[in-house]
Nanobody, 119 residues
Framework: QVQLVESGGGLVQPGGSLRLSCAAS????????MGWYRQVPGTQRELVAR???????TYADSVKGRFTISRDNAKNTVYLQMNSLQPDDTAVYLC?????????????WGQGTQVTVSS
């Protein structure tokens, strides 16, 4: 079984920073693209950032220049450094990865971590 486990969410004041982590575990052969989405209740899930296995990154326009996605392939982990956080960044942040496991390749999701930006 493959699992993605996020950590690092919490409450932060506007202008503050948080670093999210997401570790993949299980019978993993390869991890392709990894990414972060966010979702506010009642709205569609939106892409925040993604990174390919070779390190090419893509960002939503709303986070460019403030967020940085990175990965450690040796640890099967993806990170999201979030700076200059604003109230509009408040959401549940979900990690996702395209993973080749023992018998199948599939898109896996974490359970999500809450990020709240408020004074």
């Amino acid at each position: 079984q493959v699992q993605l486990v996020e950590s690092g969410g919490g409450l932060v004041q506007p202008g503050g920073s948080l670093r999210l982590s997401c570790a993949a575990s299980g019978s993993i052969f390869s991890i392709y693209c990894m990414g972060w989405y966010r979702q506010v209740p009642g709205t569609q899930r939106e892409l925040v950032a993604r990174i390919t296995e070779s390190g090419t990154t893509t960002y939503a326009d709303s986070v460019k220049g403030r967020f940085t996605i990175s990965r450690d392939n040796a640890k099967n982990t993806v990170y999201l450094q979030m700076n200059s956080l604003q109230p509009d960044d408040t959401a549940v942040y979900l990690c996702t990865a395209l993973i080749l496991a023992r018998t199948t390749r599939g898109q896996y999701w974490g359970q999500g971590t809450q990020v709240t930006v408020s004074s």
